[in-house]
């Protein structure tokens, strides 16, 4: 019994989180405020270099074989220096092509995510918000396959040279998934204003856009999925990441600032608060970690706890970054303090790949109801 | 990263299985066969329980053999209290000589202290109690006014302890009283081992706002205890203590999710059965989303264990990241408490009600969790452990 990370596991961690710090950190995210998704970009080569994209794919295509396990700290790590880069996106494409790419396509693709030369992303957002998010249908056109559509939400699109995105195939009633290259005739690229400026979002529209070889991957439903569970963890290890750091940072400064003739660090109210954060912030940990490792182990328990660690985690970043604020005081609420940064970010974490609550329905489905139909117990050993 | 136990941990799982099997009844906890109630038959029954699992050679698993114990390691302790909570088995009486008492002395104690008190303490022979809380004296513990007078080769206590459990069940009581006023308090304080069964020690039930009453107000009158009865340096006691705090706070712990989980499954039930104004509770979202949020803190729990075990494994100790998990399983209990009684709805006010099926463990685990968050160091206390000695806030205003 041994549930924790390895050494191997955390000097990996050290190594990536220095690097992390001095190319990214507060700075580089407001710099993207500022210019948008030309900045991955030009992460794009530094993270190559150390070997950090396409982190998932086999060594035979020049990935790293990580597990998500392996790679649950590079998230965190990203989230603590709030990297504006598409890091998950990318790991979760590559891993996807590895899994269920043909050969040509894994030649392709996964050179190419994994030496930086093409930055992929993920149409990912949720097609059932109620915000006029329509999805893509794909349809056959003498022999040819186009898609109609539209994605909005897309991170780092105006960077990305490659969109993965699910579609709806009308002919056979079944989810596909396409890797769409934007630069094609049929697609039109417009930015959207993002909240977390540090993660910049645009909508692709698809008027006829011809599916070509090699940009059908196999998997579908399944695939996609698969590419779900994997994104909760990473997002929820990601967000565990943002709100440690604006954690650590408003207990710094609670040490320091003084009121009533000494650092307000020393009233009960603040520690209450720092320890109530803490101890979310250690649970969200040991919940991350074990879903990671479900996920590396290819459990079928994996989307409960994916789901789990994603839903708690996001309460926990979003309260922990909002009492990072509150324990600043009126310099948290400007511009200046870096807290809004990682406030935004811990929201839009939490935003993605459905609310907490819509997590929690899904683990309803697998905890109260598979149980009621099984007639006892809930269908879990204790 | 390994969550397996090995071959070795995975037997002595099906032995003490094996065990539970055995001696408890069929149908234990459930309405075939419900566990006793009353005071004596709890007692009765507690007694047994300490002195069928030491029969069996389960008691002070993780202790030396040369004291009584089993060698073993605390992932058999751990496998145990698992095994234990799933089966619902007794908590039997000599918690606080298992949980604190014990660990202590092997800690702290000289040789002659283990050798004469740890063997009828697994035996279950001799039960203890914990001389800690007085009137003034909860939170600021430190500020104790038992006293205690050394009389020629006697120490001689005075004063009175307050919420002390099974103290009319017990043999024993460690005791922190003081031994020099003159100094700042907490180097004044000296722990004994004083004998229950004096003409000094006076002892008188408490009753709890479950109506049962398993703590109790003792009174030293001049109660005598033998001068080598003395753990750890006469003065240093306020260390002493603070050694078993860890121990109460962190290692009783693991196991306990799996406690929870069954109390959860029994909840699961009324809330299928129970009717809201959307039809069945367990299809109302609103109940279905804080009973997986409950689901979530108690798996989390059960990760938190994995956790320590692994700590302990690796430093066999636990500082004070201990009083994060008292403070982490106390808090949701009492989220579980609450959120059964909404569920049951209407039939809330009837103890037996819809929670028949457990025997009324959801009203109990509802009314005992008012008491979690307040014995062995509030939660206002453990929120100040952990500010202060984990993440180094400045002491100060209390």
Same mark, same amino acid.
Not at chain 2, 89 to 94: E, I, K, R, S
């Given at each position: 019994m041994e549930f924790s990370f390895s050494d191997e596991q955390h000097m990996m961690y050290e190594s990536v989180l220095g690097l992390f710090r001095q190319e990214a950190g507060p700075a580089l995210c407001r710099k993207t405020y500022e210019t948008g998704a030309e900045v991955a970009k030009s992460l794009a080569g530094t993270l190559a270099d150390q070997g950090i994209l396409g982190a998932g794919a086999a060594e035979l295509y020049g990935g790293s074989e990580l597990t998500l396990l392996d790679s649950a700290l590079v998230f965190e790590a990203a989230g603590q220096t709030l990297l504006p880069f598409p890091l998950i996106e990318n790991y979760v494409a590559a891993t996807l092509v590895d899994r269920y790419g043909d050969e040509a396509q894994k030649q392709h693709w996964l050179s190419a995510m994994v030496s930086g030369t093409v930055i992929p992303t993920l149409a990912w957002g949720n097609v059932k918000d109620g915000f006029g998010q329509e999805g893509v249908q794909a349809v056959r056109q003498g022999g040819v396959l186009r898609l109609y559509g539209r994605r909005k939400f897309v991170p780092f699109l105006e960077a990305a040279g490659v969109v993965l995105m699910p579609v709806y195939a009308t002919d056979v009633n079944a989810i596909m998934l396409v890797l769409c290259d934007p630069t094609q005739e049929g697609v039109s690229v417009e930015s959207l204003e993002s909240m977390d400026g540090s993660y910049p979002l645009g909508a692709i529209s698809l008027n006829g856009y011809r599916v070509r070889d090699g940009e059908l991957v196999a998997g579908g439903r399944e695939a996609w999925a698969f590419a779900h569970t994997m994104g909760l963890v990473a997002l929820a290890q990601e967000a565990l990441g943002v709100a440690e750091e604006a954690f650590r940072r408003a207990l710094d400064y609670v040490k320091v600032r003084e009121q009533f003739g000494g650092p307000v660090g020393r009233f009960q109210a603040v520690k209450h608060t720092a320890a109530d954060d803490y101890l979310m912030l250690e649970s969200a940990r040991v919940a991350n970690r074990y879903a990671s490792w479900l996920v590396s182990e290819k459990s079928p328990e994996s989307p409960l706890y994916a789901a789990m660690a994603k839903a708690y985690a996001s309460d926990t970043a979003r309260r922990v970054t909002g009492d990072a604020i509150q324990l600043h005081g009126g310099i948290g609420f400007t511009w200046e303090s870096d807290m809004h940064l990682y406030f935004k970010r811990a929201w839009r974490l939490a935003s993605e790949l459905g609310r907490a609550t819509d997590l929690r329905e899904e683990m309803a489905r697998l905890v109260i109801d598979r149980g009621e139909e099984e007639g006892d117990g809930y269908g879990f050993t204790i | 990263m390994d969550l397996q136990f090995n071959a070795e941990h995975e037997a002595f799982r099906e032995r003490v299985r094996t065990f539970l099997q055995e001696v408890l009844p069929d149908g234990w906890g459930t309405p075939k066969h419900p566990i =006793?109630?009353?005071? $004596?038959?709890? &007692?009765?029954?507690?007694?047994?329980?300490?002195? !069928?699992?030491?029969?069996?050679?389960?008691?002070?698993? $993780?202790?030396?053999?040369?004291?009584?114990?089993?060698?073993? $390691?605390?992932?058999?302790?751990?496998?145990?209290?698992?095994?234990? &909570?799933?089966?619902?088995? =007794?908590?039997?009486?000599?918690?606080?000589?298992?949980?604190? +008492? @014990?660990?202590?002395?092997?800690?702290? @104690?000289?040789?002659?202290?283990?050798r004469r008190f740890i063997p009828p303490l697994l035996a279950g022979e001799e039960i203890w109690c914990q001389g800690y809380s007085e009137p003034n004296a909860g939170s600021d513990l430190a500020s104790l006014?038992?006293?205690?007078?050394?009389?020629?080769?006697?120490?001689?206590?005075?004063?009175?302890?307050?919420? !002390?459990?099974?103290?009319?069940? &017990?043999?024993?009581?460690?005791? +922190?009283?003081?031994?020099?006023?003159?100094? =700042?308090?907490?180097?004044?304080?000296?722990?004994?081992?004083?004998?229950?069964?004096?003409?000094?020690?006076?002892?008188?039930?408490?009753?709890?706002?479950?109506?049962?009453?398993?703590?109790? $107000?003792?009174?030293?009158?001049?109660?005598?205890?033998?001068?080598?009865?003395?753990?750890?340096?006469?003065?240093?006691?306020?260390?002493?203590?603070? !050694?078993? +705090?860890?121990?109460?706070?962190?290692?009783?712990?693991?196991?306990?999710h799996a406690h929870y989980l069954r109390e959860f499954e029994t909840l699961l039930g009324v809330a299928r059965r129970a009717e809201g104004a959307n039809g069945s509770i367990a299809k109302d979202p609103h109940y279905r989303d804080r009973l997986m949020k409950l689901w979530s803190d108690i798996e989390i729990l059960r990760l938190h264990g994995y956790q320590v075990i692994t700590q302990l494994q690796q430093r066999s100790r636990l500082g004070p990241e201990a009083s994060m998990l008292k403070l982490y399983y106390s808090e949701m209990h009492k989220r579980l408490g609450e959120l059964a009684m909404e569920v049951l709805g209407g039939a809330m006010p009837y103890s037996g009600g819809l929670d028949s099926e457990g025997g009324g463990s959801l009203h109990r685990a509802f009314l005992w969790s008012r008491a979690e968050t307040i014995f062995a160091g509030t939660s206002e206390i453990q929120k100040n452990v952990i500010a202060e000695r984990v993440l180094g806030l400045p002491k100060d205003s209390r």
């Open positions: - | =006793p109630t009353g005071a $004596s038959a709890q &007692a009765e029954l507690g007694i047994w329980w300490e002195r !069928t699992v030491y029969a069996h050679g389960f008691q002070g698993i $993780s202790w030396p053999q040369e004291y009584g114990g089993q060698g073993l $390691s605390w992932v058999e302790q751990v496998i145990f209290s698992e095994e234990c &909570a799933r089966a619902n088995a =007794p908590a039997g009486v000599n918690g606080l000589g298992r949980g604190l +008492l @014990g660990p202590t002395l092997l800690v702290e @104690g000289n040789e002659a202290q283990k006014t038992t006293r205690a007078v050394l009389e020629g080769d006697e120490w001689v206590i005075t004063g009175q302890k307050i919420w !002390t459990s099974y103290a009319h069940l &017990a043999d024993w009581c460690f005791v +922190l009283a003081r031994t020099d006023p003159s100094v =700042p308090k907490h180097r004044g304080i000296t722990f004994f081992l004083v004998p229950m069964h004096q003409p000094g020690v006076k002892v008188e039930p408490l009753v709890q706002l479950t109506g049962e009453a398993h703590f109790n $107000s003792v009174t030293f009158d001049g109660a005598r205890t033998a001068r080598e009865n003395v753990v750890g340096a006469v003065n240093d006691g306020w260390r002493v203590a603070n !050694t078993i +705090l860890s121990f109460e706070r962190g290692t009783t712990i693991v196991g306990r």
